[in-house]
């Protein structure tokens, strides 16, 4: 098993649910971070949300109303990516939020739940 730590920059180009980290089928990932930053001059709805590949369903982790320039952290806490799982971001404006998302990669033999 072993751990990287890494940082995956993220630039919201539409107004959807998009996705900005996807791990393979040997990888798993505890986000630490989710920075996001609001770039336009008014306030815009961030909707942060996990795409679980075993159910498969995407679950909702929140929404945040991002003041004009203004940065958040999107993630309340650690944030858990099994196999081929995905976070996914939406800004209600396109091309204002941009960001970075800081994890530790683990991969390698991690057993089975």
């Known amino acids: 098993m072993a751990i990287q730590y890494k940082n995956q920059p993220f630039d919201l180009t539409t107004d959807v649910l998009t996705t900005v980290l996807t ?27 996990v795409f679980d590949s075993s159910t498969p369903a995407t679950t909702q982790m929140g929404t945040f109303q991002m003041a004009t320039l ?10 858990v990516l099994e196999e081929q799982d995905a976070l996914k971001i939406k800004g209600g404006t396109a091309n204002v939020i941009k960001g970075l998302v800081s994890y530790a990669l683990i991969t390698g033999d991690q057993g089975t739940a």
């Not at 040997?26 to 815009?44: F, L, P, Y």
């Not at 203004?70 to 944030?79: D, E, F, I, R, S």
Request: glycine share 6%; aromatic share 0%.
């Open 23 to 49: 791990l393979d089928v040997s990888s798993r990932a505890i986000i630490q971070n989710i920075q996001a930053e609001n770039t336009s001059t008014g306030t815009v709805a961030v909707t942060s949300a």
């Open 70 to 79: 203004t940065t958040q952290n999107l993630a309340k806490g650690p944030v």
